[in-house]
């Protein structure tokens, strides 16, 4: 189902335009058919548990044929498209497919990423931080704006750190920035198969993610023959950045 289009700034090249409705994930990496509501974001950080465990349905009409946001013009989603956008999905299929014939409860999985484009991953997942937040999102951090434009540098500041973990089972988070406590300032996006941290100006390490900041000094020209990978499957049944407690640890609590 098309969405049409809007005129707008785009949120890549910064031009006003014709804008895209922009599939965030990717379309291709099962976020064709996804059908959802969308919630007033106060309301639903205030009554968390109501929405979660089912004790109050959206008000909101359900929305369908993919989730996403008029974030790119077309000239913008064509170059994300041809650059990055199968390495994700590459990535997504070989995820969901590892977590589904696994029986569920098993909390981690190593595996080969070898045949991955790296540094093209870590350039989609950056696009997709940009799609999802607003224009002052890049304007404070102008830096990832050029580590998508330029789809051959691997140059991100170390104030940029990236984390990642295995999901499918919860909600989505939908990447917009955060302001935390205990983290800093932090932007996390999840969509099945996959969960992202984007950390900015932690010098700490987040410890219960995989920390992927180095997918930025993949050489496709030096490829490894191996390369692990350990990631952790978390539950997100709330909308909290990095809040993985279980069904059962949040209806235990009060
Ligand atoms: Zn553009």
């Known amino acids: 189902m098309s969405k049409g ?7 890549l090249c ?17 976020n064709k058919d996804t059908k959802y509501y969308v919630i007033d974001q106060t309301e639903y950080y205030q009554k968390a548990k109501e929405y979660t465990f089912g004790n109050i349905k959206p ?9 996403g946001e008029f974030s790119f013009c077309f000239d913008c989603n064509g170059f994300l498209g041809s650059n990055y956008v ?3 999905k590459k990535f997504a299929q070989i995820a969901m497919s590892i977590i589904q014939s696994n029986d569920k409860n098993i909390k981690a999985f190593q595996f080969d ?11 989609q997942i950056t696009a997709i931080f940009i799609a999802s937040n607003h224009h002052t999102f890049t304007e404070s951090y102008p830096e990832l704006l050029e580590f998508v434009r330029n789809k051959n540098t691997s140059e991100l500041s170390e104030r940029f750190r990236f984390y990642m973990y295995l ?4 909600k989505n988070r939908n990447g917009q920035i955060h ?28 410890m219960e993610l995989s920390e992927i900041t180095n997918f930025k000094h993949y050489d496709k020209a030096n490829k490894l023959d191996k ?21 059962i640890e949040l209806n235990s609590s009060t």
């Open 167 to 170: 999901n499918n089972e919860g």
């Open 86 to 88: 199968r390495t994700y």
């Open 59 to 67: 008000k909101s009409r359900k929305e369908q044929g993919g989730m």
């Open 14 to 30: 910064l031009e006003t335009k014709e804008l895209n409705f922009e599939h965030i994930p990717p379309r291709s990496a099962f």
């Open 113 to 123: 990423i070898s045949d991955i484009n790296l540094l093209k991953f870590l350039k």
């Open 227 to 247: 390369l692990p990978i350990v990631l952790n499957k978390y539950p997100t049944y709330y909308p909290f950045p990095l809040d993985y407690r279980t069904e």
């Open 5 to 11: 289009t809007k005129s707008g700034k785009c949120k």
């Open 179 to 206: 302001f935390t406590n205990l983290y800093g300032t932090v932007c996390e996006f999840t969509f099945r198969p996959f969960g992202f941290v984007l950390s900015i100006d932690n010098p700490k390490r987040i």
